[in-house]
């Protein structure tokens, strides 16, 4: 008896829950309701922030990618380039701003992404959120 008063059925979603892009996505709360996820996820908005989401995403990694693995070629194909002094008697090789170039670069791409997040996906989230309000 004791134990079934521990587990009986509580509200689903309790007043004042803060609905965000991690419940939504993540299942992060577990007693979210299955018809509001399953009407969240099945909104046309909802498709589009995950479609776009991901698309951008995939670009990004696509790019840092590519530059990272332009690096390593570059060290590994042209070694006498990369390793070259910046100028007659530097200690500094071609290869050191390359590498700071790399490091910039993925912070740059970071940069992107979190404006985009927090911009354009956010507002679409709100918006998800607004029409999935009972």
Not at 79 to 102: E, I, M, N, S, Y
Not at 115 to 130: F, K, M, P, S, V
Request: glycine share 8%; charged share 20%; proline share 4%.
């Amino acid at each position: 008896m004791v134990w079934a008063k521990q587990h009986e059925p509580r509200c689903l979603i309790q007043p004042g829950t803060k609905i965000t892009t991690k419940t939504i996505f993540m299942g992060e709360l577990s007693q979210m309701d299955r018809t509001l996820r399953r009407k969240i996820q099945q909104s046309g908005k909802f498709k589009q922030l995950t479609s776009e989401r991901s698309r951008f995403g995939r670009g990004l990694s696509l790019v840092m990618v590519a530059v990272y693995y332009s690096f390593i070629f570059a060290v590994a194909l042209f070694p006498q380039v990369v390793g070259a002094p910046l100028w007659d008697g530097a200690a500094v090789t071609v290869g050191f701003p390359l590498g700071v170039g790399v490091i910039l670069i993925a912070f740059a791409l970071t940069g992107i992404y979190v404006q985009r997040a927090n911009g354009h996906y956010d507002r679409l989230t709100r918006d998800i959120i607004e029409e999935a309000k009972p």
